[in-house]
């Protein structure tokens, strides 16, 4: 039991890790089509600070 709590959780944050980059992703595609240079770069120092660069 308390290992499919474990795998539950962990499940959960690899979820919520993959639900971040997907997010951050988009938010990136979009930045970068309207031009938004600023915040492209903003959107790149959260994706490095999350890891996800």
Known sequence: MRSNRQ???KNA????????RKNLQHRLEVAR??????????LEAEAAYLGMK
């Open 7 to 9: 795998e539950l959780v």
């Open 13 to 20: 944050a690899a979820n919520h890790r993959d639900s971040l």
């Open 33 to 42: 089509a309207n031009g938004n240079d600023s915040l492209v770069r903003q």
